[in-house]
Structures are given as C-alpha cells and as structure tokens.
C-alpha cells in the first residue's frame, strides 16, 4: 500500500525549490560557467496599485521571477515528493 504524504508537503517542498532555485540563480549570475542558470523572465504589476480609501491605504503589488534554476528547482522538489 502506498502511502500518501499530502497537498501540505507537496507544497512545502515546491516552495523551498522556487527559493533555492531562485537563490541559486542569482548566485550564478555572476559567473561565466553557470551564468546560464539566471536567465529568465519577470513578469507582473512593474509600479504596485494603491488603493487609498482615507482611513487605510492598501498598496497591492505581484512580480514573478522565473529562471531556469527556479525551474530546476521545482523538478527536484517534485523528485523529492516522489521519493517519500
């Protein structure tokens, strides 16, 4: 019988994969080897929404990283889940 780790785990581990990933990215920017590993696209709101309603002013604001070490990141955090 297989046993069955959960949505919680799934998701823990794919975070920390998009913030090693992420992390190093853009350690390896810097270098000419691995420079590759950062090249990527941001996408998102580039100025954050502000909403001021007089008493409270809520600032909204979204921009998302992808880099082909965050994506390599996710496979091995999904590698991981599988092996559990």
């Given at each position: 019988?297989k ?25 390896a ?12 696209q ?43």
């Amino acid at each position: 019988m297989k046993k069955s780790h959960g949505t919680a785990a799934l998701l823990i581990l794919l975070l920390c994969g998009v913030v090693l990933g992420g992390f190093i990215g853009s350690l390896a920017g810097g270098t000419g080897a691995f420079g590759w590993l950062d090249y990527g696209q941001t996408f998102g709101l580039s100025s954050p929404l502000v909403l001021d309603l007089g008493v409270v002013a809520l600032t909204f604001g979204l921009t998302i990283r992808i880099s082909v070490a965050g994506i390599l990141g996710v496979g091995a955090a999904l590698l991981a889940y599988r092996l559990l």
